[in-house]
């Protein structure tokens, strides 16, 4: 790794590979990682047991901790944070990835419909089997959300159709399934209603080891797709007539993108709900700290939407006490506040 001048005269860390990254998009990253660190020790120490950070290092030095105290930390809380960073960066990373497609900044998985049909589906096999294993509920959820996607491959047409399309169809979609949802929570049997409510809303509170070992196979999963597709996306950010003219196959690639940004997003709902406005928030907020395309992009919004979760059910756990809030709630107090905060400078320095 080399540190050089690219053609536009910014610095850059240039690997043996030929990966060029700005000096800028590294430090943010280093910055994000940092943070997201000192993030997850300060929620470690949240809730009614007394027990942090410190505890967790005694820990894990074998010394002894009270069974409140061990429970609270490898039970609870720990799960809970792993979970909500994962599936704030899949979720963040689903966002970015569709921003691209669609060369639109408001959309995300949420208005495509993927997330909305991963939701029908799961709400679905709740109603007509409540006892479903969780493995049967992810291939419930994966095949809602590729139902929506190759329903958009279908409605908007070949290569040549525009992002903005795209953007439309899904959220024609996407309305046509929340009134279904509605429904659904309208006339199942109270106990399953109230349940799907909660789970609606978005919660950790089912964050397990096991879980986020199942989860960790679609995160991993993500970073290698990180590789592969931000070559592809920088190019769909300078649209898809000028992507075609760089010689990406938009025919080919576009549909592949739409799959990975579903699987992505799909997943997160399994694992903890539909988290409202994270796929447009964080991309934002990543752009704000430190502008970038390709996957420099992909690994900063993966990393600020890791960081809001934690940071959301932070909020939830140590600022509110005994409330039982919905992650999605939480998120959404932290996050459209530094939203607003964020557009406001970025339009002040555009009028300077």
């Not at 820990?59 to 009270?66: Q, T």
């Not at 809970?80 to 639109?104: D, E, K, P, T, Y």
């Not at 049997?189 to 989860?215: H, K, N, Q």
Request: include cysteine.
């Amino acid at each position: 790794m080399r540190r050089e001048r690219a053609t536009d005269g910014k610095a850059v860390f240039r690997f043996s590979t030929g990966l060029e990254i700005p000096t800028g998009n590294l430090l943010a990253a280093a910055g994000l990682v940092v943070a997201a660190v000192l993030l997850a020790a300060l929620s470690t120490g949240l809730g009614r047991t007394d027990a942090g950070i410190s505890d967790l290092v005694r820990l894990f030095f074998g010394k002894e901790l009270s069974d409140e105290q061990a429970y609270a930390l490898w039970t609870v809380r720990l799960p809970r944070i792993v979970m909500g960073f994962m599936a704030g960066w899949c979720v963040a990373l689903a966002g970015a990835i569709l921003q691209s497609i669609a060369r639109n900044p408001l959309a995300d998985p949420g208005l495509f419909g993927l997330s909305q049909g991963a939701m029908t589906m799961i709400m679905l096999l709740a109603v007509i089997a409540p006892g479903a294993p969780r493995e049967l509920i992810a291939f419930a959820a994966m095949g809602g959300g590729l139902a929506v996607a190759l329903l958009l491959i279908w409605l908007v047409g070949g290569e040549r159709s525009s992002g903005l399309s795209i953007l439309l169809m899904g959220i024609a979609i996407q309305t046509v399934l929340s009134s279904i949802d509605t429904l659904l929570l309208l006339y199942t049997p109270p106990e399953t209603s109230y349940a799907l409510s909660d789970w609606v809303a978005g919660s950790l509170f089912g964050a397990s080891w096991p879980g986020i070992a199942s989860f960790a196979v679609v995160f991993v999963a993500s970073l290698v797709g990180i590789l592969f597709a931000g070559r592809a996306l920088q190019a769909y950010d300078l649209g898809s007539e000028m992507a075609m003219a760089l010689g990406e196959p938009v025919g080919r690639s576009r549909p592949v993108l739409l799959v990975f940004a579903v699987m992505l997003a799909a997943s997160a709902v399994t694992a903890v709900g539909p988290l409202t406005f994270l796929g447009v928030l964080a991309p934002h907020l990543a752009g704000f700290v430190s502008p970038a395309v390709g996957r420099p992009r992909l690994l900063l919004s993966g990393l600020m939407g890791g960081i809001l979760v934690v940071a959301a059910d932070a909020l939830a756990r140590g600022l509110l006490g005994n409330i039982p809030l919905p992650i999605g709630l939480s998120l959404t107090l932290i996050g459209v506040p530094i939203f607003i905060v964020t557009l406001s400078v970025s339009s002040r320095r555009r009028r300077a």
